[in-house]
């Protein structure tokens, strides 16, 4: 009896499959096709998303850069007024003006058109401050200080 059940159970389940993948292509959809597509579309989701999260990583490390090198120019501005107000300004005071210039105007060339008219207005009393200098004019005091508090400001708005 138990032998006659299980043939049974095994022919109701045979014939079940065929009418299954009969109703299947019936339909006309290839699964092979279908799958690949979605393959594909996943694939084209990840490129895109691993794309954006690498735009995303390239403009934190360039703002860092760029923080990074504002931080440096608050530190030596400050070396800079302590050799004005000591009286202690020669041409590499000029010199190091002159690299750090430089280097912000090398670090923000690709920086939004807001941080660039900073950047501007910190390269234009850099290059007023270094004519100061070379007039050894008392100016060159009052545009560190203004510098100062230019790059003060601007570090403390910045985020990486």
């Known amino acids: 009896m138990n032998n ?12 079940a499959l065929l009418v299954g993948i009969a109703a ?3 339909t006309g959809t290839n699964i092979k096709q ?5 393959y594909q579309e996943i694939q084209e989701q990840t490129k895109q998303a691993q794309s954006e999260l690498t735009n995303e990583t390239q403009e934190t490390i360039n703002t860092t850069q760029q923080i990074a090198l504002r931080s440096k120019l608050l530190t030596e501005l400050t070396a800079i007024r302590a050799q004005l107000t000591t009286n202690k300004v020669n041409e590499t005071t000029v010199d190091e003006i002159r690299q750090m210039r430089d280097e912000l105007n090398n670090v923000y060339k690709d920086a939004s058109l807001e941080v660039k008219e900073i950047v501007t207005k910190i390269d234009a009393d850099m290059q007023k401050l270094e004519e100061e200098i070379n ?16 790059i003060k400001q601007d570090l403390a708005t910045a985020t990486p």
Do not use: D, H, W
């Not at 006659?4 to 014939?15: A, E, K």
């Open 24 to 26: 299947y292509n019936r």
């Open 135 to 150: 007039q050894n004019t008392s100016q060159a005091i009052l545009t560190v200080e203004r510098l100062l508090e230019t």
């Open 34 to 38: 279908s799958v690949m597509g979605e």
């Open 4 to 15: 006659i059940v299980t043939g049974l159970s095994l022919i109701f389940s045979i014939v």
